[in-house]
């Protein structure tokens, strides 16, 4: 059994996918090829920005999104403590700090409470300029950004939607990667549209800032000449296959795979809500469920269900082992537990289950039948 079937996907989209991919080759045309404006016009579309760049993975694509800014040493860029290390990192890497935020528990999204909170000790320590905040859709489903918006204008902050996770979820019919100034995506193979290869793209509505952005992601060229170089950008384009290798996949996310891959969570939740903690979606919202995520109740029977769960050959994963104010990287900042208490509880607690818009009902059923009996 596979956690996510990618193959299952490839076999429904094959004849399309063959087709794209043979067609950049006959074009020669791989870098910035047709294609990759093509993808760009149709998510900038889909999502409600005005502009869309592709870039070469989700990371950098955070990076580039906050460069455009110009962000750097001296800025404090507040994210989640509980999500992928790329969220805070893409602000390390260009000197800014990045100031980690406990989470709620029930949507594992950012705390508007502690980000409030955190904003107000890096006020008053007075060391760092709070500049932006970087909210993570977890597992599909959007940050709390009605709340988040309020605070960043009481604060005088922007937002850069991190939606690696966040394709196609919807906050009461608007659509992920339209929050904030400026919004990144992944197309990692396993998010919830993903490539065949690394992939990224970034969503803005301001015309400055998308020029700025086609220029940092090739060398800080001018629009018109590659080797007038105007300022030290990176070498970050989407790839012309992948790109290909998209289309056919982004016709099938709108036509029916978030539809699909929501029904499979409808059945987890029916059939699990009352012995686990199943996920929250709240009033208004729509997850893309990149990941299905359930609470066990302490990490002993976390471990227990996963251990029996894999001696009947079904896959599951920890997202996340550890909170960022854990990782080596950020020891130096010396950050307390205390700050954290959710995401310990979550890092304890969590367990993401096979999860894709191909499931099969006779495979999630054989899923649930067994987790039931490892809960028991
Ligand atoms: C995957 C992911 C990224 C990074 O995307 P890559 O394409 O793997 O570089 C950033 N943030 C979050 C929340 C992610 O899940």
Partial sequence: MQFRDLHAQYEALKPEIDAGIQSVIESSGFILGKPV?????????????????????GTE???LALMAYDIGPGDAVFTSDFTYFASAGCA?????TPVLVDIDLDTFNMSSAALEKQIRRVLDEGKLNPKFIIPVDLFGLPANYPEIEQIAEKFGLKILEDAAQGFGGQINGRLACSFGEISATSFFPAKPLGCYGDG???????????????????????????????????????????????????????????????????????????LVVTPTVPEGYLSSWAQYTILLQNREQRDAVQAKLKEKGIPSMVYYPRGLHRQAA????????????????????????PMHPYMEESEQRYIINSLLEAVK
């Fill in 37 to 57: 404006q093509e993808l760009e016009e149709q998510l900038a579309a889909y999502v409600g920005r005005r502009y869309c760049v592709g870039v070469a993975n």
């Fill in 61 to 63: 694509a955070l990076q």
């Fill in 92 to 96: 390390s890497i260009i000197g800014a």
């Fill in 200 to 274: 990224g793209a970034i969503f803005t509505d301001d015309e400055t800032v998308d020029a700025r952005l086609r220029s940092l992601r090739a060398s800080g060229k001018s629009p018109l000449d590659k080797y007038d170089n105007r300022e030290v950008g990176m070498n970050s384009r989407l790839d012309t296959l992948q790109a290909a290798i998209l289309l056919p996949k982004f016709r099938a996310f709108k036509e029916y795979e978030v539809d699909a891959v929501n029904r499979v969570a409808e059945r987890y939740t029916e059939a699990l809500k009352d």
């Fill in 330 to 353: 950020y020891a130096w900042m010396e950050l307390s537990d205390e700050d954290y208490p959710n995401t310990l509880q979550a890092t304890d607690r969590v367990l993401s289950l």
